[in-house]
């Protein structure tokens, strides 16, 4: 016998609601900027100012008219989360767009890039934009890094109405970490320590070669794990071995589980050596490393010569651990030009860019808790085949684990490589080499940036076309969130009632 569901008919009034309220938070995080461009005076404050009075007055606008008391079901959680990201990059793209010669599509593939952590740029000449503009552009980053809406949840306590739901279609996941009883609570704890681990490394950084502009620009990046620098060589343009140790430190905590930094601040340190995905995640990186030294001692680290191989042969391991974790993490910034380093490298580098941090992170990619599923299922694979009447749970730390991840990883998985293999096809579409095409959707689904090919560390992202720019903006979007958040609202039975 068949049953019928009832499904409520889908109002968009609340969804409207919290993208006003959205909207208005990233017009408001504008005036920072305006700040710094009246200090600099390198004239862009006006295109800034105008971009943020536009963003104010359109989010407020969208808020006042759809004012509520409803409390946001999960199907518009879901809607509300995906529409706010895309809606952050529409306004976001604007105070580059008045203020450079950028197209709006350039702008906003820079404001994606920006907000989902990316890193990947359309900027030809970094040092020769304005100062107001290159901190809205790295302020993108540290919004966007935690979440805009976890942000604004723990800044406006009138999104807690239905706030679980949006937290989870926002951070979605095989684990859930809820520190606190009351999700509003949670936002504010995970916010309260990424401001603080902000604020630390701006510290170490501006009392070493950088000013406080470059300091403060390049602690957004580190922390969310976004990539944009000030400069057009990046990290290597400070030469400081103490600058790319410090950035090292703070790119592997961006990448962790901000979950165990929590623990850790309240003098639990045991709980990094208990998890499992965190002491996985760590392992591959060290053999990561280990193997690309090894390759380099052998003689086949590069394939040229020239200033890359000058200073990897002065400092091989710093090198490799820095640039090896800029990718592990999806920071993407570069202190080598890793495109000269030998084949087996490239091979390291793109498998561990597609498993990327861990859940619970700033950073993009699959995420290790997934591939550690993945590996676990596999292996049980093996026993029900040899047992086929065993009982064989899946267990983490010898814990079984009492809700079934294996179907959120595995349609995860999926729709990564599915979405992999669409972005490569639409990139050689249009004549791109593979593994410019294929590296570079890596590099935008994982959020990492730089690529290979003609997307290097040491390129940009300018010589695509429009369509191109626009597939590989939707493949950021997709990764940031993880597929099924976006995914969901295409499915013919979201909308039915």
């Given at each position: 016998m068949?049953?019928?569901?009832s499904?409520?008919?889908?109002?968009?009034?609340?969804?409207?609601?919290?993208?006003?309220?959205l909207?208005?938070?990233?017009?408001?995080?504008?005036?920072?900027?305006?700040?710094?461009?009246?200090?600099?005076?390198?004239?862009?404050?006006?295109?800034?100012?105008?971009?943020?009075?536009?963003t104010?007055?359109?989010?407020?606008?969208?808020f006042?008219?759809?004012r509520?008391q409803?409390?946001l079901?999960?199907?518009?959680?879901?809607?509300?989360v995906?529409?706010?990201w895309?809606?952050?990059?529409?306004?976001?793209?604007?105070?580059?767009?008045?203020?450079?010669d950028?197209?709006?599509?350039?702008?906003?593939?820079?404001a994606?890039?920006?907000?989902?952590?990316?890193?990947?740029?359309?900027?030809?000449d970094?040092?020769?934009?304005?100062?107001?503009?290159?901190?809205?552009?790295?302020?993108?980053?540290?919004?966007?890094?935690?979440?805009?809406?976890?942000?604004?949840m723990?800044?406006?306590?009138?999104?807690?109405?239905?706030?679980?739901n949006?937290?989870?279609?926002?951070?979605p996941?095989?684990?859930?970490?809820k520190?606190?009883?009351?999700?509003?609570?949670?936002?504010?704890?995970?916010?309260?320590?990424?401001?603080?681990?902000?604020?630390?490394?701006?510290?170490?950084?501006?009392?070493?070669p950088?000013?406080?502009?470059?300091?403060?620009?390049?602690?957004?990046?580190?922390?969310?794990?976004?990539?944009?620098?000030t400069?057009?060589?990046?990290?290597?343009?400070?030469?400081?071995?103490y600058?790319e140790?410090?950035?090292?430190?703070f790119?592997?905590?961006?990448?962790?589980?901000?979950a165990?930094h929590?623990?850790?601040?309240?003098?639990?340190f045991?709980?990094?050596?208990?998890?499992r995905?965190?002491?996985?995640?760590m392992?591959?990186?060290?053999?990561?490393?280990?193997?690309?030294?090894?390759?380099?001692?052998?003689?086949?680290?590069?394939?040229q010569?020239?200033?890359?191989?000058?200073?990897?042969?002065?400092?091989?391991?710093?090198?490799?651990?820095?640039n090896?974790?800029?990718?592990?993490?999806a920071?993407g910034f570069?202190?080598?030009?890793?495109?000269s380093?030998?084949?087996?490298s490239?091979f390291?580098?793109?498998?561990?860019?597609?498993?990327?941090?861990?859940?619970?992170?700033?950073?993009g990619?699959?995420?290790?808790?997934?591939?550690?599923?993945?590996?676990?299922?596999?292996?049980l694979?093996?026993?029900?085949?040899?047992?086929?009447?065993?009982?064989?749970?899946?267990k983490?730390?010898?814990t079984?684990?009492?809700?079934?991840?294996?179907?959120?990883?595995?349609?995860?998985?999926?729709f990564?490589?599915?979405?992999?293999?669409?972005?490569?096809?639409?990139?050689?579409?249009?004549?791109?080499d593979?593994?410019?095409?294929?590296?570079?959707?890596?590099?935008?689904?994982?959020t990492?940036?730089?690529?290979?090919?003609?997307?290097?560390?040491t390129?940009?992202?300018?010589?695509?076309?429009?369509?191109?720019?626009w597939?590989?903006?939707i493949g950021?979007?997709?990764?940031?969130?993880?597929?099924l958040?976006?995914?969901?609202i295409?499915?013919?039975?979201?909308?039915?009632?």
């Amino acid at each position: 016998m068949s049953k019928h569901y009832s499904i409520r008919p889908l109002s968009l009034i609340p969804v409207l609601n919290t993208i006003g309220v959205l909207i208005t938070v990233i017009g408001v995080c504008m005036v920072i900027p305006l700040i710094v461009a009246w200090v600099f005076g390198d004239g862009d404050a006006d295109a800034i100012g105008k971009a943020a009075v536009i963003t104010i007055g359109v989010g407020g606008l969208l808020f006042l008219f759809t004012r509520h008391q409803h409390e946001l079901t999960n199907r518009q959680g879901f809607v509300s989360v995906t529409i706010s990201w895309v809606a952050a990059a529409v306004f976001g793209a604007l105070p580059m767009y008045f203020g450079t010669d950028l197209s709006y599509t350039d702008s906003f593939f820079e404001a994606m890039s920006g907000f989902t952590t990316t890193g990947a740029s359309i900027l030809t000449d970094i040092e020769a934009v304005p100062h107001g503009i290159l901190f809205w552009r790295s302020l993108t980053h540290w919004l966007g890094g935690m979440g805009i809406i976890v942000f604004t949840m723990t800044i406006l306590p009138l999104l807690g109405r239905g706030g679980s739901n949006l937290y989870a279609a926002e951070v979605p996941g095989p684990i859930s970490d809820k520190l606190t009883p009351r999700i509003s609570e949670t936002a504010k704890v995970l916010w309260g320590i990424y401001a603080l681990i902000t604020l630390i490394q701006f510290l170490l950084l501006w009392v070493g070669p950088m000013d406080w502009f470059d300091a403060l620009c390049h602690t957004f990046g580190t922390i969310a794990t976004g990539g944009f620098s000030t400069k057009n060589a990046s990290i290597s343009h400070y030469h400081s071995a103490y600058v790319e140790w410090v950035v090292i430190i703070f790119m592997i905590i961006g990448g962790s589980n901000f979950a165990l930094h929590y623990f850790g601040l309240h003098g639990k340190f045991w709980k990094y050596i208990k998890s499992r995905e965190f002491c996985f995640w760590m392992t591959l990186m060290v053999v990561g490393v280990a193997l690309i030294l090894f390759d380099y001692a052998l003689g086949n680290h590069y394939t040229q010569s020239g200033d890359a191989l000058e200073k990897f042969r002065q400092s091989p391991v710093r090198t490799t651990v820095f640039n090896l974790v800029s990718l592990v993490t999806a920071t993407g910034f570069a202190s080598n030009d890793f495109e000269s380093w030998s084949q087996f490298s490239h091979f390291i580098l793109l498998g561990l860019m597609l498993m990327g941090g861990m859940a619970g992170s700033t950073a993009g990619g699959i995420k290790a808790i997934r591939i550690l599923y993945l590996l676990k299922l596999a292996f049980l694979e093996l026993k029900r085949m040899i047992h086929p009447r065993g009982y064989f749970p899946l267990k983490i730390k010898g814990t079984e684990m009492l809700t079934d991840p294996i179907p959120n990883t595995t349609a995860v998985a999926l729709f990564y490589f599915f979405t992999l293999c669409f972005v490569t096809m639409v990139i050689t579409f249009f004549g791109r080499d593979l593994v410019t095409a294929g590296s570079a959707a890596i590099a935008t689904i994982s959020t990492v940036g730089p690529g290979l090919g003609m997307v290097g560390p040491t390129d940009n992202y300018a010589f695509f076309t429009a369509i191109e720019k626009w597939v590989m903006s939707i493949g950021m979007l997709l990764g940031r969130l993880e597929f099924l958040t976006v995914l969901v609202i295409f499915h013919r039975y979201f909308w039915r009632f």
